[in-house]
């Protein structure tokens, strides 16, 4: 039998992917996997991915854990890393965290997009989502 050298990186993945499928037992292995290895490689993209200092006062009042937590919510929907959030990223944020940030059924993208996209440039930048939201979140601790 012929042997086919493996390169360390890949010896490393497929160790912790096993891991991870022998301690979780899946009952649908093909979409654990996919859902494993999607998640690595936004993982990766989110860890590589550095947005300027928001320039929102009402932002520097979050904590540091809130403020990690805002900007890991835009790095995680901005796919293409430009520091924008276009009307698709938005869909597709809204579709994930309807319940956690309680949008309701009547508001749509468009409207949410017409809300934080303060410069009009139809696409939501850092500087007007690290601002929004720390404006909502101080919002929803009643200050």
């Given at each position: 039998m012929e042997e086919i050298p493996v390169p360390l990186e890949l010896q490393v993945v497929l160790r912790e992917f096993t891991k991870t499928v022998l301690?979780?037992?899946p009952k649908d292995v093909l979409e654990f996997s996919r859902n494993y290895?999607?998640?690595k490689c936004t993982q990766t993209r989110m860890a590589s991915y550095r947005l300027p200092a928001s320039e929102s006062a009402?932002?520097?009042e979050l904590s540091d854990e809130v403020k990690r937590q805002v900007e890991a919510v835009f790095k995680r929907y901005d796919s293409d890393c430009d520091a924008f959030i276009t009307i698709e990223e938005l869909k597709l944020l809204m579709?994930?965290?309807a319940q956690m940030f309680g949008f309701?059924?009547?508001i749509d993208a468009g409207t949410l997009m017409s809300l934080l996209d303060s410069d009009g440039s139809s696409a939501i930048s850092w500087q007007e989502w690290s601002h929004a939201c720390a404006v909502w979140l101080q919002d929803?601790?009643?200050r």
């Amino acid at each position: 039998m012929e042997e086919i050298p493996v390169p360390l990186e890949l010896q490393v993945v497929l160790r912790e992917f096993t891991k991870t499928v022998l301690r979780e037992k899946p009952k649908d292995v093909l979409e654990f996997s996919r859902n494993y290895f999607v998640e690595k490689c936004t993982q990766t993209r989110m860890a590589s991915y550095r947005l300027p200092a928001s320039e929102s006062a009402t932002f520097h009042e979050l904590s540091d854990e809130v403020k990690r937590q805002v900007e890991a919510v835009f790095k995680r929907y901005d796919s293409d890393c430009d520091a924008f959030i276009t009307i698709e990223e938005l869909k597709l944020l809204m579709e994930d965290l309807a319940q956690m940030f309680g949008f309701s059924k009547e508001i749509d993208a468009g409207t949410l997009m017409s809300l934080l996209d303060s410069d009009g440039s139809s696409a939501i930048s850092w500087q007007e989502w690290s601002h929004a939201c720390a404006v909502w979140l101080q919002d929803m601790q009643g200050r």
